[in-house]
């Protein structure tokens, strides 16, 4: 989950209606203005270490390390969507957060990961539609950026239960065991449901 400081921090600003600028970010976040600004400006956000942003997402170095790329890119960008938001930067499609297909390897560790990402991609697109659905209710700025950080939030839960599945068991077998399988998915339920949550209290902005 992200760091409950950093989102009473974006969120404070969501309730205000201020514009943040760089240094905001960094001093709340405790990443340097430079890997900020790295982040707002880096396209394939991909090729940014994401150990750089351990801080705000209230995870471990170990833990990011063992996320799947794409959980990876898109834990971080949906972290630019918000802070683009909040700095008042328009979004184009090009930024936007999104996932790409997994193609299926042999590799034991692979195969494990296919499953999994197959899992989280299912869950995104569930997510997406809910957004959608959600964001109609939205009728200020200040909803818009509350609600995408409670939506950074949910990508690192999300990036989390992929990891936890990735167990040494299940890549020695090639496959999630079913045990494995249920919770995982009992997992990205929890983070669902922890995301619906959190709306409460961005409609009520």
């Known amino acids: 989950m992200v760091n409950t400081t950093f989102l009473t921090f974006i969120l404070g600003f969501a309730s205000m209606g201020i514009a943040l600028t760089t240094q905001d970010i960094s001093a709340e976040t405790g990443v340097s203005v430079t890997d900020v600004s790295e982040l707002l400006s880096t396209v394939d956000t991909s090729s940014i270490d994401i150990k750089k942003w351990v801080g705000p997402l209230n995870v471990t170095e170990e833990t990011v390390t063992s996320w799947p790329v794409f959980v990876k890119s898109y834990v971080l960008d949906e972290m630019k969507a918000t802070f683009q938001e909040g700095l008042d930067i328009p979004l184009d499609e090009a930024t936007k957060p999104k996932l790409k297909s997994i193609v299926p390897r042999q590799n034991n560790r692979e195969r494990v990961e296919a499953q999994i990402n197959r899992v989280l991609i299912d869950a995104r697109s569930r997510h997406d539609d809910t957004h959608r659905r959600q964001l109609a209710g939205c009728r200020s700025f200040r909803c818009g950026l509350c609600a995408t950080g409670i939506s950074v939030a949910w990508a690192a839960a999300l990036g989390a239960c992929g990891a936890a599945a990735a167990t040494e068991e299940a890549i020695s077998a090639g496959t999630l065991t ?24 961005c409609l009520g902005m």
């Open 178 to 201: 079913p045990i494995a399988a249920v919770q995982l998915t009992a997992c990205v339920a929890g983070a669902h449901g922890l995301y619906l949550a959190g709306w409460s209290e």
